[in-house]
């Protein structure tokens, strides 16, 4: 799948299939993913695999749309708003390479905002200095929805002197 491809076909998959997804898969998509821009180098994601005690704690509503796998993307928190604020920006390119680099190969990932939630670090018991950017269900996609509309970017784009 070409680039241009993975990028307007990957969609959010609501629902999963119970097909496994492999260690070795999620490795080699994370191993693509840490290809993201990121400033001095820092690498600033940290990933925790969510085990099924971990899940349950959790509570999400839909449990991750029975995803065969849960992750938790994580990056390096700063006294400095500027460096933390450039580790979630970083992070945030690592978790749509990872996501491309998934879909690429049939497998979907669901987005979730369970990162806001005040209960979700204490119950990743998160490393010293990280927080959750995000944690997505993944799997093979039970159904992959059509794409939702977007606004055409001609109209978000001004011209300046
Ligand atoms: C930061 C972020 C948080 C999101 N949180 C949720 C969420 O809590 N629940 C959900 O169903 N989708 C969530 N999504 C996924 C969006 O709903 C989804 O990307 C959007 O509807 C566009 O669909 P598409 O990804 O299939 O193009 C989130 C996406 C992002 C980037």
């Given at each position: 799948?070409?680039?241009?491809?993975?990028?307007?076909?990957?969609?959010h998959?609501?629902?999963f299939?119970?097909?496994?997804?492999?260690?070795?898969?999620?490795?080699?998509?994370?191993?693509?993913?840490?290809?993201a821009?990121?400033?001095?180098?820092?690498?600033?994601?940290?990933?925790?695999?969510?085990?099924?005690?971990?899940?349950?704690?959790?509570?999400?509503?839909?449990?991750?749309?029975?995803?065969p796998?849960?992750?938790?993307?994580?990056?390096k928190?700063?006294?400095?708003?500027?460096?933390?604020?450039?580790?979630?920006?970083?992070?945030?390119?690592?978790?749509?390479?990872?996501?491309?680099?998934?879909?690429?190969?049939?497998?979907?990932t669901?987005?979730?905002?369970?990162?806001t939630?005040?209960?979700?670090?204490?119950?990743?018991?998160?490393?010293?200095?990280y927080?959750?950017?995000t944690?997505?269900?993944v799997?093979y996609?039970?159904?992959?929805?059509?794409?939702?509309?977007?606004?055409?970017?001609?109209?978000?784009?001004?011209?300046?002197?």
């Amino acid at each position: 799948m070409q680039v241009k491809e993975a990028i307007t076909s990957r969609r959010h998959i609501k629902q999963f299939k119970s097909d496994e997804v492999t260690d070795a898969q999620l490795l080699s998509w994370l191993d693509t993913a840490r290809f993201a821009p990121n400033h001095r180098m820092a690498e600033p994601w940290e990933v925790l695999v969510i085990g099924s005690k971990t899940r349950a704690l959790l509570h999400h509503k839909a449990n991750f749309g029975d995803a065969p796998v849960v992750l938790a993307f994580l990056y390096k928190g700063s006294e400095n708003e500027v460096d933390k604020f450039e580790n979630l920006v970083a992070t945030a390119c690592f978790v749509q390479n990872f996501c491309l680099a998934a879909f690429a190969d049939g497998v979907g990932t669901r987005w979730t905002s369970i990162a806001t939630k005040p209960d979700t670090k204490e119950i990743l018991q998160l490393p010293e200095n990280y927080e959750v950017l995000t944690i997505l269900g993944v799997g093979y996609p039970a159904e992959v929805p059509p794409a939702k509309e977007r606004t055409p970017m001609v109209s978000k784009i001004k011209h300046m002197s």
